[in-house]
C-alpha cells in the first residue's frame, strides 16, 4: 500500500500477537496491510450510512454510482443541489437520502465542526455524531476507526466482526455481544486494530475512501 501506516498500528500488533493466539496466526498473513489514510469526513460518513444494514457488495455498488453522479464531487454543497428523490436514482432508499441530505446541512451550516473532533474522546464524538439524524452508534464508530484512526474502537454492533469472532474463537458457534467483549479484552488498548485483521480475514477490507 502507499500511505504510511497509523504510529501506533507496529506496537499495537506486538501486543496483539502476544496477548491473543488466534491474532498470533492471522496478523503475519497481512504483513504490508492496513488502514488506509483517511478521506474527507464528510464523505467518509456518507460511505457509512450507504453501508447500514446492506451487504458489504451492495454498499460498494450504491457507492460507486453516487461517486458517479456526483461527479466525483463528494461534497455537502453538491448532495445539496439535488434532493431525495433525485438521489434514489443510484440506489439509496429514501430514508437513507433523505439521512445524507440532513448529514450534508448540517456540514454545510457548519453545525458540526470535524477540526474540533480531534481533540475530544471517543464517546464525546459518538454523542455529537448520533445527534445527527440517521447516523447511530455503529455508523459514528466507523467514522472512528476510518477516519479519525481512533486505537481502541470495539465495534460490538458490526456484523462483520462478530462474524470472525464466531468463526476463529467459537467454532462458528453464535455469539453474544457479552461473549465478544469477553474475547476483546485481552485486545485493549488496540480494539481498533484487532477488529481491522479480524474484518480483512473475512475478505479485503472497505475503507471509506
Request: hydrophobic letters at 45%; glycine letters at 4%; charged letters at 25%.
Amino acid at each position: 500500500m502507499s500511505n504510511s501506516q497509523p504510529s501506533y498500528w507496529d506496537e499495537a500488533t506486538t501486543h496483539l500477537m502476544k496477548r491473543d493466539r488466534i491474532l498470533r496466526k492471522i496478523i503475519p498473513m497481512y504483513p504490508d496491510e492496513w488502514l488506509q489514510a483517511p478521506a474527507d469526513p464528510f464523505a467518509t460518513l456518507v460511505r457509512a450510512i450507504i453501508g447500514q444494514q446492506v451487504s458489504r457488495r451492495t454498499a460498494e455498488a450504491v457507492w460507486a454510482r453516487l461517486i458517479e453522479f456526483l461527479d466525483a464531487q463528494t461534497t455537502p454543497q453538491k448532495v445539496l443541489s439535488f434532493n431525495a428523490e433525485t438521489l434514489r436514482n443510484v440506489g439509496l432508499p429514501k430514508r437513507k437520502a433523505e439521512y445524507i441530505l440532513d448529514l450534508a446541512t448540517h456540514f454545510d451550516q457548519a453545525k458540526v465542526d470535524p477540526d474540533a473532533w480531534h481533540d475530544m474522546d471517543d464517546e464525546a464524538i459518538i454523542k455529537e455524531l448520533c445527534a445527527i439524524r440517521g447516523i447511530g452508534r455503529w455508523t459514528a464508530e466507523m467514522f472512528l476507526i476510518f477516519n479519525l484512526h481512533r486505537a481502541d474502537v470495539l465495534p460490538l454492533d458490526d456484523a462483520g466482526l462478530i462474524k470472525a469472532i464466531s468463526q476463529h474463537y467459537y467454532s462458528g458457534e453464535p455469539v453474544s455481544r457479552f461473549e465478544a467483549r469477553e474475547v476483546a479484552q485481552a485486545w485493549t488498548p488496540w480494539c481498533t486494530v484487532a477488529t481491522w485483521y479480524l474484518w480483512r480475514s473475512l475478505g479485503p477490507v472497505v475503507e471509506s475512501e
